[in-house]
């Protein structure tokens, strides 16, 4: 099993970056793919990005293409999401997950295992 722990959310003003990580725990996490969701209070859990177990390729939401970057280090045991001209309207709880399925994962329900989510803000 993966355990998942991410670090990295605060405050910044708009145009501003932040570096999300993800530290994970477990014998196994270069073979799981890993995404990042987001959740806004009031609005339900939202897509952000996905990468697959090596890392080959990747997929992005429409509202955060061109501004945030995937990637993962399987020797690290880390994922990452790098998060460049953030905008009011990104503010939200952020969550890494890990999965053992094959490819993308672009769903929720594609991820068997979740962090407890860090809080990004994001003020005008």
């Known amino acids: 099993q993966v355990q998942l722990v991410e670090s990295g959310g605060g405050l910044v003003q708009a145009g501003g970056s932040l570096r999300l990580s993800c530290a994970a725990s477990g014998r196994t996490f270069s073979r799981y793919r890993m995404g990042w969701f987001r959740q806004a209070p009031g609005k339900e859990r939202e897509f952000v990005a996905a990468t697959t177990w090596t890392g080959d390729r990747t997929y992005y939401a429409d509202s955060v293409q061109g501004r945030f970057t995937i990637s993962r280090d399987n020797a690290k045991k880390t994922g990452t999401l790098q998060m460049n001209n953030l905008k009011p309207e990104d503010t939200a709880v952020y969550y890494c997950?890990?999965?053992?399925?094959?490819?993308?994962?672009?769903?929720?329900?594609?991820?068997?295992?979740w962090g407890q989510g860090t809080q990004v803000t994001v003020s005008s």
């Open positions: 997950a890990a999965d053992a399925g094959y490819g993308l994962g672009l769903s929720a329900s594609a991820y068997a295992y």
